[in-house]
């Protein structure tokens, strides 16, 4: 088939989504109908993402059918669809052009002369929030597309009238490499998605792949202190912009770091060796520093004042299941955050450490079998911080069980290290056992990519039931 080029579709033209209610791929039938492209989708079950697309004007299928594509000019699809589908098979037969999701925002991409794309292991969410907020409060009425829920802009899509474009750029099966921007940044590089990557090696030279996609007179802009961000920059041509904490040569680094009673760090921003602003920010870590450090660099980059980045990032609340306070109850409180690999654990627990609790609990939800068998070692050295560990059941995404490994393994392993942990697999026995032996004081978080911020909203539903049952007896 040869290469597609969106604008060899005109708006008005049918475009039809496989998997459609996917956060990314909703985002981008959104940024078409806003273009005069008439959209309809598919999914195996409908959602909030859905519906809203259907008050857009899309037509939505429930379940996938040969029929769903009559009419349509082109299929879009996500690399979780199998070629077997019905509806890939029958745009074979009509002689329908289709095309990973990554292609056409890749394609979406070229129509915009600032695009921005935020690669990485860990943090990708929150510095495209970052980088959002920043472009917002400097009014530039970006797009934006970001893979999580950002309240400034009721959701993960805002279709803006400008040349800014902001997203993230995931590395699973080398995506990022379809993509086209001007300004690149990379946060981090670590061992992760070995279902599709060989090894480390693999992920450094994909990520070396999509620096080198930047044009000559682009940005990249890189983690200093990332041993493995380090050893591709030499092979690139674009401008190349570094931030970091622990070096003196870096364009951008951080010093004076102090956190507040709430674990939300301040900094003096220094640039080209000189104190420009102080930092101050409304979420918790040093891994948030990091990330504030990106954005900071990116904006000013593209001639962003230096108080429209300061406030912007003061602005910052984080976006949903990113340290995200669910609520507080029997004086506990409820935090869900969405970290699933082993470095994104420490930092949030780390994060917690500096946050006003007595104990720390994880309810850790592992994500995907290959990546709790390759990192089960990593996986077991990551809850030092926490008091109380739980795991439950590993969330299969879309791997299937070949019994390789088990939650329980990570208990053992963890256990082994001095750590204290149990396995319990049931949400609502988990529910009960926090409500029952979590004391005033304590910090609950639940982890994860899966579905376990269910057992954050059941200890708050049940509890606050139990607690209203008993002030009524009482």
Known sequence: MPEFKLELLKP?????????????????????????????????????????????????????????????????????????????????????????????????MKKYQHAIAVAGTHGKTTTTSMISLILLHANLDPTILVGGELDAINGNIRVGNSTYFVTEACEYVESFLRFHPFVGIILNIEADHLDYFKDLNHIIQSFKKFAQLIPENGYIVTCGDDKNILSIINDIKCNVITYGIKDQTYDWKAENIVFNEYGFPSF???????????????????????????AAACAYTLDVKIEDIVNGLYIFKGTHRRFEIKGRLNGFTIVDDYAHHPTEIKATLAAASKFPHDKIWCVFQPHT?????????????????????????????????????????????????????EYISSFDEITSHILNQANEGDLIITMGAGNIYQVSEKILQVGHLEYSATSINA
């Open 369 to 421: 079998y290959t990546r709790t068998l390759s990192l089960l070692d990593e996986f077991s050295e990551a809850f030092t911080d926490a008091d109380r560990v739980i795991i439950t059941d590993i969330y299969a995404a879309r791997e299937r069980d070949e019994h390789k490994v088990h939650s329980r393994d990570l208990v053992n392993k963890i256990i082994e290290k001095g750590g204290n942990a």
């Open 268 to 294: 003096d921003i220094i640039y080209k060796n000189n104190k420009i602003s102080t930092i101050q920010l409304n979420i918790p870590g040093m891994h948030n520093v990091y990330n504030a450090l990106a």
């Open 12 to 108: 008005g033209a049918h475009v039809h989504f496989v998997g459609i209610g996917g956060i990314s791929m909703s985002a981008l039938a959104e940024i078409l109908i806003k273009n005069g492209f008439v959209v309809s989708g598919s999914d195996i079950k409908e959602s909030t993402l859905t519906n809203k697309l259907q008050k857009l004007g899309v037509k939505f299928f429930l379940g996938h059918s040969k029929e769903n594509v009559t009419g349509a000019d082109l299929l879009v699809y996500t690399a979780a669809v199998k070629a077997s589908n019905p509806e890939i098979q029958a745009a074979k037969q009509l002689n329908i052009p289709f095309i990973e999701r990554a292609v056409l925002l890749g394609e979406i």
